[in-house]
Nanobody, 126 residues
Framework: QVQLVESGGGLVQAGGSLRLSCAASGRTFSSYAMGWFRQAPGKRREFVAVVSRSGGNTYYADSAKGRFTISRDNAKNTVLLLMNSLKPEDTAVYYC???????????????????WGQGTQVTVSS
C-alpha cells in the first residue's frame, strides 16, 4: 500500500507560480515512478508530468513544457511540481500518482498508476 498526500494548491493570479508537493508513505519511494495529473471542471483527467524512479528523467505534457518542473527527493519521499507562468486554463484539481506495480519508466497514462492522492485545487485568476 502507498499513501499519497498533496499540498500546496491555492489561488494565484495569471503569470504567478505555485509549488505542489506530494508526500508518499508505505513502500520504498525510490522503487516507483511518480506522476502528476489534473482535472478541470467538466473535463477528463489529463497527464501533466512524470519523473522516473531515480529522478534523473522526466516527461511533460505539451501544456506543461517550459513552464512546469517535476522533481523528487527520494530521501524525503516527496515529489514536487513547480508551476510557473500560470494561466487560467491551468485551473484544475491536481493529483499525484504512483506507478508501483507496473514499474514503467515514465508512465503517462492513468491506467499505469495504481495509487492516487486526494488532489489539491489550483485556481488561476485572470
Amino acid at each position: 500500500q502507498v499513501q499519497l498526500v498533496e499540498s500546496g494548491g491555492g489561488l494565484v493570479q495569471a503569470g504567478g507560480s505555485l509549488r505542489l508537493s506530494c508526500a508518499a508513505s508505505g513502500r520504498t519511494f525510490s522503487s516507483y515512478a511518480m506522476g502528476w495529473f489534473r482535472q478541470a471542471p467538466g473535463k477528463r483527467r489529463e497527464f501533466v508530468a512524470v519523473v522516473s524512479r531515480s529522478g534523473g528523467n522526466t516527461y511533460y505534457a505539451d501544456s506543461a513544457k517550459g513552464r512546469f518542473t517535476i522533481s523528487r527527493d527520494n530521501a524525503k519521499n516527496t515529489v514536487l511540481l513547480l508551476m510557473n507562468s500560470l494561466k487560467p486554463e491551468d485551473t484544475a484539481v491536481y493529483y499525484c500518482a504512483a506507478d508501483v506495480r507496473r514499474g514503467s519508466w515514465l508512465p503517462q497514462y492513468q491506467y499505469e498508476y495504481d495509487y492516487w492522492g486526494q488532489g489539491t485545487q489550483v485556481t488561476v485568476s485572470s
